[in-house]
């Protein structure tokens, strides 16, 4: 069990009992209203990630009394839909020949935006929450292409389809997408995105935390302790593949029948081929450029894991000793990150407490075996240890961005960043029927900050209730 600071709900990261809960439905349909001109909001963060597995979707209820107050949180609902076959297989083809012709992407865009807004229906239909409770939506969309790290003659750029508009009108619900690009227009990269639930989440007094995500693509966030600068102090970036190569291979030797190895089954079965790791993490450009970095399938895709799997095909692996193999890579590139990076950053990786695992990648007790051997000073648990569900932390991360974005409010910014400057337009707007309330209560929430200029980034927030005290 990490050692997270205590409950009290003046503490960081504390988890209050106090004030009604309501299940995110607000009794007249409109957003929570207070004579005081506090913050009651409800917002759906969805995330559809690189591997293209699911649609993560996390209703979340955010109470501020003031914007100098500590923001409150509370999961009330978490869920992962299936994308659609009929979706998915043009994705991946577009990604794959990288040839699609405009009209192909214009319509995918409302394809993906009609998808994501049948989401949100199939969602507030399982659990029985009203459409006109939510207040708001925050969407990742489905990433396409990331050009973070542009060459000479190339413009940086994120491509993330699923329209906004049509999410709003189909479901009457403001909308908030294209995170990415609204991190570049300020001179980022555009990913990771997660600093700032991570930071706020993380945060503690006296200890150096880290966590870990391993999806399509695996990325950290280390948090030093409040002493070192904490949530002030981030520093994050993507690693380099999660579970791509891995989904990759199973696709390949399964003809598409199973997408990713379930609990690392097929790898647990196999030999790891050593000097084939050992050549692709000394030769690969991505994972030996020092961060600030991010990247995605353009870098990490099928046709990169296909040059694997034929090394270790001319090298005699079988299909087991492959997944072994690529699990290897996948693993070992992420502990090289810590060993190789966190010191040029002041940081020893081995004064890491606790490191807090999030992604599908976790789930295979391989890649976490070899984790605790490689770090044996660390403590390794889940981030559900935080009242924030694990497998939700991308979804929550779209969600409060969301939030920052309707309230003009600058998020986190990690030390490493390319460039320091507070974003306070961090997506595209499609108000939703409820838009003129929603600005009302912005407006008299805002009028108690006395500073000059945007309201005051976020540094404190209180966990509620944890997930686990109603996860079934």
Known sequence: MPSLPTTSPNQPNGHSTNGAHTNGAHTNGTPGRRADGSLDLTVLGMNSD????????????????????????????????????????????????????PSAMSQLNIQLGQMFADAVHEFCATHHVATDSIDLIGSHGQTIWLLSMPQAGETRSAFCLGEGTIMSAQTGITTVTDFRQAEQSVGRQGAPLVALIDGLLLRHPTKTHLCQNIGGIANLCLIPADANGGVDATVDWDCGSGNLFIDAAMRHYTDGAQEYDKDGEWDAQGTVNQPIVYAFLSGNDYINRPPPETTGREVFGDKECAGITAACEAAGCSKYDTLATITRITVKNIVRQYWTFLPRYGIDPDSIEEIFKCGGGTHNPNIMAYLRQALPNAGICSLDETGVLADAEEAVSFAQQALEALLGRAALVPVNSDSLVPNCISGKIAPGKKWRELMRMCVAFGESWEGGGPLPTVREMIVERPYTEWKP
């Open 50 to 101: 690189t591997a293209i597995e699911g649609i993560d979707c996390a209703l979340v209820r955010y109470r501020q009394a003031s914007p100098t107050a500590p923001l409150h949180m509370e999961v009330l609902k978490y869920n992962e839909l299936l994308v659609p076959q009929r979706m998915k297989k043009p994705i991946l083809k577009m990604l794959r020949e990288t040839r699609t012709i």
